[in-house]
T-cell receptor, first 118, second 116 residues
Framework: AQTVTQSQPEMSVQEAETVTLSCTYD???????LFWYKQPPSRQMILVIR??????QNATENRFSVNFQKAAKSFSLKISDSQLGDTAMYFC???????????????FGQGTRLTINP | GAGVSQTPSNKVTEKGKYVELRCDPI?????LYWYRQSLGQGPEFLIY????????DSGLPNDRFFAVRPEGSVSTLKIQRTERGDSAVYLC??????????????FGPGTRLTVL
């Protein structure tokens, strides 16, 4: 079974700083998908960024980028120029590709609580 | 457009009671998922529907939990004989389920269930 580990329960940085959240995962699959979701106090999970394992290029979405190291099974999230609105729980998630048994369900890590201080 | 909606937002019930939680997916999304998020944890998969049928119910913890999606749109998660350990946020998500390729799940705000 796949597992996702986030080793940082909490992180705190000053506004405008850069912060990196760590995520490692375990799988025997060669192709899969990885995601970072943000969960503010409103509870709604919001997709931040996603990565397909067969793509070597790291995904980027504005201030958010990932460092995907397939051999090391590592998928970290970097937030540049952090803003107060980035304060939230961040979850790393894994998904098997379509048509593979057990596909379509997201396997989440335990989360990292990120606080951006003014 | 409208996102995934869930009702009620909060539900308080007594041990042993029956509860129903409702999920309205994004219009046109054929896949629907239920997750459970206990306090301080990441969401855990419960069940996934493709259309009207449950394609994977391997995450349902026991036979007290049941979910339906009779018309391939709205889904209801049903919990019988609730226990205090069922207290959690129940999240629903939907996706377009394009054939092959990456399929992103969009989440609702969840229902916080408290069993006294």
């Amino acid at each position: 079974a796949q597992t996702v580990t986030q080793s940082q329960p909490e992180m705190s940085v000053q506004e405008a700083e850069t912060v990196t959240l760590s995520c490692t995962y375990d799988t025997s699959e060669n192709n899969y998908y990885l995601f970072w979701y943000k969960q503010p106090p409103s509870r709604q999970m919001i997709l931040v960024i996603r990565q397909e394992a067969y793509k070597q290029q790291n995904a980027t979405e504005n201030r958010f980028s990932v460092n995907f190291q397939k051999a090391a099974k590592s998928f970290s999230l970097k937030i540049s120029d952090s803003q107060l609105g980035d304060t939230a729980m961040y979850f790393c998630a894994f998904m098997k590709p379509y048509l593979i048994q057990g596909a379509q369900k997201l396997v989440f890590g335990q989360g990292t609580r990120l606080t951006i201080n003014p | 457009g409208a996102g995934v909606s869930q009702t009620p937002s909060n539900k308080v019930t007594e041990k042993g009671k029956y509860v129903e939680l409702r999920c309205d997916p994004i219009s046109g999304h054929t896949a629907l998922y239920w997750y459970r998020q206990s306090l301080g944890q990441g969401p855990e998969f419960l069940i996934y529907f493709q259309g009207t049928g449950a394609a994977d119910d391997s995450g349902l913890p026991n036979d007290r939990f049941f979910a339906v999606r009779p018309e391939g749109s709205v889904s209801t998660l049903k919990i019988q004989r609730t226990e205090r350990g069922d207290s959690a946020v129940y999240l629903c998500a939907s996706s377009l389920m394009a054939s092959g390729g990456l399929d992103t799940q969009y989440f609702g705000p969840g229902t916080r269930l408290t069993v006294l």
